[in-house]
C-alpha cells in the first residue's frame, strides 16, 4: 500500500483524531508532525507539573509513539505499531504499553481494534494449520512479507512456535479502562481466552498451576525469548518433552524444566484482566472461568515461590519444586499481578532497600551480589523500564508508595538525564542498547500514574 494514500486514509477517518492532528501514520513519503502541533495537541490532553515533564512528554510521543505505526501489508491485514530499532514486526510486549499510552489522545477506537485483531489472525492463521496443541499461540511477534531473513511474514507457518509474556488480557484492558471501546473487548474475548489456555496448557505441563517457557523447536534460546532474553534463573534450562503426553512426533524437547514469577505473574495479571473484561461484555461464564484459573495460579505462587528468606519470589524446578537462585527482578513483578499477601508486599518493599537491590539506578535485573552480575548486562544486572514500571505499579497497588516512589522517581531523574533508552546501567545510569525503543515509553506511564510524585504528567478529563 502506498504510505501516502494510507496516511491520507487515515486523517480521513479521524478528523478531529491523532491522525489528522499530528500525521500520526508516518513513514516514506508520509508527513511528519511539526513540534509545535504535537506540543499543542499533548497541552490539550495533559496537565505538566513542570516544563521538563512536558519535553520530556512531547519526547516519548514523538520518539517513541508517532511515526510507528505502519500500513497493512500481507500477511498483516491491519495496520500496526513497531518498536524501534530496526525490529520490523509487532510484538506482544512493546505493543501493549505503547497501546495504553496512545489511546490517551482522541482518534484511535478504529487503528487500536485492528491492531489487537492483527493477533486474532495470526492466532488463526497458526491454529488452522497447526497441530492440535499448538492452537491458540500467538507467536512473540507477527512479521510482514517485506521483513527481514530473520523477521518475516513469509515464514510464518514455521517459525519456531514460541509466544511472548502473555500481556494481551492487561493490554486490551488498558485501553478499555481509558477509552471505554466495548467494541474492542468483545472483538478480542475469544483470542484472549484462547491464548491463555494455550499458555496454561503448553507452559504449565505438570498442571500445577505455574508456567514455564518453551519452543517448538527445540532450541533452547528461543524459550528464553518468551521472557527476559538472557534472564540467569534460567542459565541451567532443559527442555523436555511434555510429561502428559505420550512420546512421538506430536512430543518433542519443547517444554521448560523451570518455572519462573515473571511469566507466571503475567498470566495471572491478564487472567483477572480477562475476567473485568468478561464481566463488562456480560460473559459470566467466562468471567468464572478466568476467576478460577486466576485463584489456582496465585496459590500456586504463594506456595511454591514465596522465599522469607530472598524476601522474594523464585523460580522452581518443574520437577522437585526446589528454588533457583539467584533472585531475578522477575522475584519483584508478581506484585504488578497482585500475587503477594500484604505481608509479603512489606517484605519486598524492605528488600529492595538492602545492598543486593539498592543500586545506584534501581532495580537490576538480578540480584547485584551475584558473582556474574554485571551493571551493564543485558538482563544480567542493567536495568529495564518495564520491569521498573510494573514493580513499582505493583507497590502502589499495596499501598507501598514510598517504595514505589524510590524507583520510579530514581528512573524518571535518570531518563531526563540521559534521554530514554532500552535499557540502563545499573551503576552509572548510561543509556544501554536501542534509543527511544518503544517498550521504554513505560517510564512516562510511571509519570502518569503518579508512582513519581515529584514527576508530575496528568491526564485531562474529557
Same mark, same amino acid.
Given at each position: 500500500?502506498?504510505? !501516502?494514500?494510507?496516511?491520507?486514509?487515515?486523517?480521513?477517518?479521524?478528523?478531529?483524531?491523532?491522525?489528522?492532528?499530528?500525521?500520526?501514520? &508516518?513513514?516514506?513519503?508520509?508527513?511528519?508532525?511539526?513540534?509545535? #502541533?504535537?506540543?499543542?495537541?499533548?497541552?490539550?490532553?495533559?496537565?505538566?507539573?513542570?516544563?521538563?515533564?512536558?519535553? %520530556?512528554?512531547?519526547?516519548?510521543?514523538?520518539?517513541?509513539?508517532?511515526?510507528?505505526? &505502519?500500513?497493512?501489508?500481507?500477511?498483516?491485514?491491519?495496520?500496526?505499531?513497531?518498536?524501534?530499532?530496526?525490529?520490523?514486526?509487532?510484538?506482544?510486549?512493546?505493543?501493549?504499553? =505503547?497501546?495504553?499510552?496512545?489511546?490517551?489522545?482522541?482518534?484511535?477506537?478504529?487503528?487500536?481494534?485492528?491492531?489487537?485483531?492483527?493477533?486474532?489472525?495470526?492466532?488463526?492463521? =497458526?491454529?488452522?494449520?497447526?497441530?492440535?496443541?499448538?492452537?491458540?499461540?500467538?507467536?512473540?511477534?507477527?512479521?510482514? *512479507?517485506? $521483513?527481514?531473513?530473520?523477521?518475516?511474514?513469509?515464514?510464518? &507457518?514455521?517459525?519456531?512456535? %514460541?509466544?511472548?509474556?502473555?500481556?494481551?488480557?492487561?493490554?486490551?484492558?488498558?485501553? %478499555? &479502562?481509558?477509552?471505554?471501546?466495548?467494541?474492542?473487548?468483545? #472483538?478480542?474475548?475469544?483470542?484472549?481466552?484462547?491464548?491463555?489456555?494455550?499458555?496454561?496448557?503448553? !507452559?504449565?505441563?505438570?498442571?500445577?498451576?505455574?508456567?514455564?517457557?518453551?519452543?517448538?523447536?527445540?532450541?533452547?534460546?528461543?524459550?528464553?525469548?518468551?521472557?527476559?532474553?538472557?534472564?540467569?534463573?534460567?542459565?541451567?534450562?532443559?527442555?523436555?518433552?511434555?510429561?502428559? !503426553?505420550?512420546?512421538?512426533?506430536?512430543?518433542?524437547?519443547?517444554?521448560?524444566?523451570?518455572?519462573?514469577?515473571?511469566?507466571?505473574?503475567?498470566?495471572?495479571?491478564?487472567?483477572?484482566?480477562?475476567?473485568?473484561?468478561?464481566?463488562?461484555? $456480560?460473559?459470566?461464564?467466562?468471567?468464572?472461568?478466568?476467576?478460577?484459573?486466576?485463584?489456582?495460579?496465585?496459590?500456586?505462587?504463594?506456595?511454591?515461590?514465596?522465599?522469607?528468606?530472598?524476601?522474594?519470589?523464585?523460580?522452581?524446578?518443574?520437577?522437585?519444586?526446589?528454588?533457583?537462585?539467584?533472585?531475578?527482578?522477575?522475584? =519483584?513483578?508478581?506484585?504488578?499481578?497482585?500475587?503477594?499477601?500484604?505481608?509479603?508486599?512489606?517484605?519486598?518493599?524492605?528488600?529492595?532497600?538492602?545492598?543486593?537491590?539498592?543500586?545506584?539506578?534501581?532495580?537490576?535485573?538480578?540480584?547485584?551480589?551475584?558473582?556474574?552480575?554485571?551493571?551493564?548486562?543485558?538482563? !544480567?544486572? *542493567?536495568?529495564?523500564?518495564?520491569?521498573?514500571?510494573?514493580?513499582?505499579?505493583?507497590?502502589?497497588?499495596? $499501598?507501598?508508595?514510598?517504595?514505589?516512589?524510590?524507583?520510579?522517581?530514581?528512573? =524518571?531523574?535518570?531518563?531526563?538525564?540521559?534521554?530514554?533508552? #532500552?535499557?540502563?546501567?545499573?551503576?552509572?545510569?548510561?543509556?544501554?542498547?536501542?534509543?527511544?525503543?518503544?517498550?521504554?515509553?513505560?517510564?512516562?506511564?510511571?509519570?502518569?500514574?503518579?508512582?513519581?510524585?515529584?514527576?508530575?504528567?496528568?491526564?485531562?478529563?474529557?
Amino acid at each position: 500500500m502506498d504510505r !501516502r494514500k494510507f496516511l491520507e486514509g487515515m486523517a480521513a477517518a479521524a478528523t478531529a483524531g491523532l491522525a489528522a492532528q499530528v500525521g500520526f501514520a &508516518q513513514g516514506k513519503g508520509a508527513a511528519v508532525p511539526s513540534r509545535s #502541533e504535537l506540543e499543542a495537541l499533548l497541552a490539550k490532553h495533559f496537565t505538566f507539573g513542570s516544563k521538563e515533564m512536558a519535553r %520530556f512528554t512531547a519526547d516519548i510521543y514523538e520518539h517513541c509513539l508517532l511515526g510507528r505505526v &505502519q500500513p497493512a501489508e500481507p500477511p498483516i491485514k491491519h495496520a500496526w505499531l513497531i518498536p524501534g530499532g530496526g525490529y520490523i514486526g509487532q510484538w506482544i510486549w512493546d505493543t501493549t504499553f =505503547l497501546t495504553d499510552l496512545l489511546v490517551i489522545l482522541p482518534g484511535h477506537e478504529e487503528f487500536v481494534r485492528g491492531v489487537y485483531q492483527n493477533y486474532w489472525d495470526a492466532q488463526a492463521r =497458526l491454529s488452522a494449520v497447526k497441530p492440535e496443541y499448538a492452537r491458540g499461540l500467538v507467536p512473540n511477534f507477527i512479521a510482514p *512479507d517485506s $521483513g527481514t531473513t530473520e523477521f518475516t511474514g513469509k515464514t510464518w &507457518q514455521t517459525f519456531p512456535g %514460541f509466544s511472548q509474556a502473555p500481556l494481551l488480557a492487561w493490554g486490551v484492558e488498558r485501553v %478499555f &479502562q481509558r477509552n471505554h471501546d466495548l467494541q474492542l473487548v468483545r #472483538e478480542s474475548l475469544a483470542g484472549l481466552e484462547a491464548f491463555n489456555e494455550w499458555y496454561w496448557r503448553e !507452559r504449565d505441563v505438570e498442571g500445577v498451576g505455574l508456567v514455564t517457557v518453551g519452543s517448538y523447536d527445540g532450541i533452547t534460546q528461543n524459550a528464553r525469548y518468551e521472557t527476559y532474553d538472557n534472564e540467569v534463573d534460567l542459565d541451567t534450562l532443559k527442555l523436555t518433552p511434555h510429561p502428559g !503426553r505420550p512420546a512421538g512426533s506430536d512430543n518433542g524437547p519443547w517444554y521448560g524444566d523451570i518455572y519462573i514469577p515473571a511469566n507466571t505473574a503475567y498470566l495471572l495479571a491478564s487472567e483477572a484482566s480477562l475476567e473485568r473484561l468478561a464481566k463488562a461484555a $456480560g460473559d459470566t461464564a467466562m468471567a468464572a472461568r478466568r476467576m478460577a484459573r486466576h485463584e489456582k495460579g496465585v496459590n500456586a505462587m504463594r506456595e511454591h515461590m514465596w522465599d522469607e528468606t530472598a524476601g522474594c519470589f523464585l523460580a522452581v524446578r518443574r520437577k522437585t519444586m526446589e528454588k533457583v537462585l539467584p533472585a531475578t527482578v522477575g522475584a =519483584l513483578v508478581p506484585l504488578f499481578a497482585g500475587v503477594p499477601t500484604a505481608d509479603q508486599a512489606r517484605r519486598m518493599a524492605a528488600t529492595i532497600r538492602t545492598p543486593p537491590w539498592a543500586t545506584p539506578l534501581p532495580l537490576p535485573s538480578v540480584d547485584s551480589h551475584y558473582k556474574e552480575y554485571r551493571s551493564f548486562g543485558f538482563w !544480567r544486572g *542493567d536495568v529495564w523500564p518495564s520491569t521498573v514500571y510494573q514493580t513499582a505499579a505493583g507497590f502502589a497497588l499495596y $499501598g507501598e508508595k514510598d517504595a514505589a516512589a524510590e524507583i520510579a522517581g530514581k528512573l =524518571l531523574d535518570n531518563a531526563l538525564k540521559v534521554g530514554v533508552w #532500552e535499557h540502563y546501567d545499573s551503576q552509572t545510569g548510561a543509556g544501554l542498547g536501542v534509543p527511544n525503543l518503544g517498550m521504554s515509553a513505560v517510564i512516562l506511564t510511571m509519570a502518569i500514574e503518579g508512582l513519581s510524585p515529584r514527576h508530575r504528567v496528568t491526564v485531562r478529563k474529557a
